[in-house]
């Protein structure tokens, strides 16, 4: 007999078997499953009173908050689709995602509103503009429409395959594309965590992690599925991280390396009263040793490093424990923390292959780029068949991650594959070159691209921006490199300049050093 | 993008992750998994050359053997059909299923080849009979055969609907039936299981539940996804329980709680040094208090009480440990333990229902029947249709089981079903009144039935043995009862006689009772 695989169906079970634990903790505010349930089916309720049905498209920009959690439940169960938006996108921005995803019920929290509304007649299509929290003209009051509406839904009849949400990437270099993330995709991913991470109804999770993130990794449901604590934090800030963490008893949370920084240095006395033994999940780019260090040796917490990316529902590999790590001495332990891992349990295939999709070999040396299949891969980018082609060629999906597989299958990530120089049938980490050159005294930013060569097909070319006052010519960076990389890893090149190519948010624009070599070497 | 949930899936993790790490160890013999899935391949691969393909049944008669583990993998990867059977049947119940099976090949262990000889005349469609240990005439020399093979095969390609496994039922009051299991019966119950039982690459698990029975409730295939190591147990005798736990550091076991009496009640010279926190998993019947005291209080061991049918996968309940049971007093822990507990995530969905299937009350007194619907239900019975029909009934599997459901959403079983008397609207536990027949000095048996009754639908009837030398009669019986029971609960006729019709197994026959009232009455 199949049923759907669905987070609906975890759902349906936790108000069966949780209505009396804490489902939600949001400052003051703390709701029993019972009543968290009670309000997302008032807002379903209410969402199909506004003529919201199967597929249709439910946006959300709000920071971590009850309300925003809720959208989880009461959307999809009504077989609707969730369209969780980056809050610190701007207008424009917010604009395209919500004409693009043809979004008929808007749902912001209170900072936002105005930010929709300087764009709001860009988008016909939205019948219902809705103020999660705060009020103003031309918007909905939710706390009002829950308050006044019944509990009674119809219940959607979903398939396995049908679309849950719809979650827009960051578009670096294009418009943001629309991932369409079905609810088997979620399902599994969901199962995925709870084989790998241990979570028990013991858990109190704290909401550091953005919910709109990839859907908030699926911890959105993947807590809920077992009656543990979600807690809200509405702002990732290291002293009220510990204040939470303190008052709320936490045992869980997950963050971007950067904000782990910030809690390895936060001030002593926000960390004297820290709990022990809380389980951090970081993804998005290694942690620092230092940071393992500091956070698992000073504040006795444990950290777990996974992998993902949107297009893979998101999470794929984890740097598992094992048993024979015990005996290892702390850095080399740290150092397999930092890599990305082996594959989730039954939701993906994941493989490191060369540009022939050979795999690699084990020598944690040999670079290829990381290709997925399997039941986290999406169903496709919303509207794009171009893309959705590009990006899943010959039944996987390309990550653009370059990356070298350990002798123990531990995949370590390196480089962005479309970076690594291809010389003499050699993969260089232009990254790893990069990270030679800012070794040298005079270096203030290095960044290291290929270009066409003869006989070596490419060839390392470096930019350098010198420090303020310092000097060094190609050939003193030249032995530099020699003396600390592979003969066929050192540039070929070098160019000095006075500044490089950036985007606004500061990320090193290799594209524009790649086409405009002879411009930016004769300034 | 869909890919099939499969324990093959599993496998395939397994085999690049961990093929150093120890698969199975069998007496003196030692296998990483790179060398166990190298056999599986040879075994593929010889059945392929005998013929055997999708859909083919291959039949296994052993004990808990590295051989017969194997074939959960070498046959489901090349698409057939596993059929494990009951070693302890006769060689005409074998007969019985490799010819409802249609079982193409026979594996059997060397204790078995006498028996299945003497049927082999009446199984003309059984191509090939292997032994897996020990040779006989007529009989192929399986590790022989393993010895020359190529482990070239070609891969199955599996639907998750395909059958992967077709295991009998015990058949106590028909013939077996032959219950169907596909690949996401499988991969969820397996799911199911790593997401409650938190096993990891760090366990080593103790083969002494019969791997043929419901697949060894999927640890066949459960260990072998997180990288653990089997270890196989050929007798279930409690020396040797202990010796292998002891010498294999053996971290977690499945039993019936007959053989964890046998553990609990071992001599002490046995118990002493067998190693703290191994985690015991039981099914079958509840746990008794005194079983668990003995293994938790003095062992340091942990019991968890799980609940499952073949038709269901098989297991679809946990009693799950939650941190409000923390401060309970101990003999409210172990009654918790010995209930069948919660459902299990994402595999099923479980109710207690009356006979208008209605949810019956958290009271934790009103008796209903469980019913099962969702991803862990079988396919159905092989070639019984209206055996099928009966067991699922508008898309709900009946367990057939009579259970309460107490306040906490935790199912306890109380009686079989049928057994369940009816009396006015009330449910009533003819072992909940059989129960108190028992305390009453006089009383060696007892069995109690429902009989017809103009009014009340039903009222109870009981059948009572009396102790040798013993006297008491219906009226002392009836207020011995009334001082014990609620009123609606006392048997309004008392019969007494020498001898309660029995099966060969000694299971009281209560069908006897009911049909050949008057009879056995009369006595």
């Given at each position: ?10 759902a349906r079970r936790a108000r069966r078997l949780y209505p009396d634990r804490t489902a939600v903790v949001?400052?003051?505010l703390r709701w029993s499953y019972g009543e968290f349930f009670d309000r997302c089916d008032r807002w379903s ?21 009850h309300?925003?959690l809720e959208?989880?439940y009461a959307?999809?169960q ?68 829950l308050?006044?509406?019944s509990t009674e ?48 109804s ?22 809920t599925?077992?009656g543990g604590t979600h ?293």
């Amino acid at each position: 007999m199949e049923t759907p695989l669905s987070p609906i169906d975890f759902a349906r079970r936790a108000r069966r078997l949780y209505p009396d634990r804490t489902a939600v903790v949001d400052g003051s505010l703390r709701w029993s499953y019972g009543e968290f349930f009670d309000r997302c089916d008032r807002w379903s309720r209410t969402l199909q009173h506004m003529g919201v049905g199967h597929g249709d498209r439910v946006a959300i920009i709000s920071p971590n908050t009850h309300s925003h959690l809720e959208q989880y439940y009461a959307v999809p169960q009504i077989g609707a689709v969730t369209v969780p938006v980056n809050f610190r996108l701007t207008s424009d921005d917010f604009a395209y995602i919500l004409k693009h995803s043809g979004a008929r019920v808007v749902c912001a929290h209170r900072d936002h509103l105005e930010a929709v509304d300087t764009v709001r007649e860009q988008l016909p299509e939205v019948v219902h503009f809705v103020a999660l929290e705060g009020r103003k003209d031309g918007w909905l009051d939710y706390e009002a429409v829950l308050a006044g509406a019944s509990t009674e839904f119809t219940p959607a009849s979903v398939a396995e395959t049908d679309m849950i949400s719809l979650n827009y990437t960051s578009g670096t270099t294009a418009n943001p594309k629309g991932v369409m993330i079905t609810h088997r995709n979620t399902a599994l991913n969901i199962m995925g965590h709870l084989m790998h991470t241990r979570i028990t109804s013991a858990d109190r999770y704290l909401w550091v992690l953005p919910m709109f993130h990839a859907n908030g990794w699926c911890f959105t449901w993947a807590i809920t599925a077992v009656g543990g604590t979600h807690v809200c934090l509405r702002k990732a800030d290291p002293g009220l991280i510990f204040e939470t963490i303190a008052r709320e008893h936490i045992t869980m949370l997950c963050a971007a390396p950067t904000i782990l920084i910030g809690i390895a240095n936060a001030p002593e006395e926000l960390r004297r009263h820290a709990p022990h033994g809380v389980r951090v999940f970081t993804a998005g780019a290694p942690p620092a040793a230092a940071t393992i260090e500091r956070i698992e040796g000073e504040l006795g917490w444990e950290i777990t490093h996974v992998y993902g990316l949107t297009e893979v529902s998101p999470i794929v590999a984890i740097s598992e424990w094992r048993p024979e790590h015990a005996g290892l001495p702390a850095t080399e332990r740290a150092r397999i923390k930092a890599r990305q891992g082996v594959e989730y349990l039954g939701n993906a295939e994941v493989r490191v292959v060369d540009d022939q999709d050979h795999e690699v070999p084990r020598d944690g040396a040999t670079l290829g780029e990381i290709i997925i299949r399997g039941n986290a891969v999406m169903a496709g980018y919303y509207n794009d068949p171009e893309a959705t082609a590009r990006a899943i060629r010959d039944g996987w999906f390309r990550s653009g991650d370059a990356a070298v597989v350990h002798s123990d299958g531990y995949i370590e990530i390196r480089d962005r594959w479309k970076d690594v120089i291809i010389s003499g049938g050699e993969n260089i980490s232009s990254v790893e070159v990069e990270g030679v050159l800012l070794r040298h005294p005079a270096v203030q930013e290095a960044a290291v691209v290929g270009v066409p060569h003869e006989k070596w097909g490419e060839t390392p070319q470096a930019f350098i921006v010198l420090k303020a006052g310092a000097t060094a010519g190609g050939e003193e960076l030249r032995l530099f490199c020699r003396d600390h990389l592979a003969h066929f890893k050192v540039p070929h090149a070098f160019s000095f300049i006075s500044e490089l190519p950036k985007t606004a948010t500061g990320k090193i624009q290799k594209y524009v050093l790649r086409g405009g070599r002879a411009n930016i070497a004769a300034q």
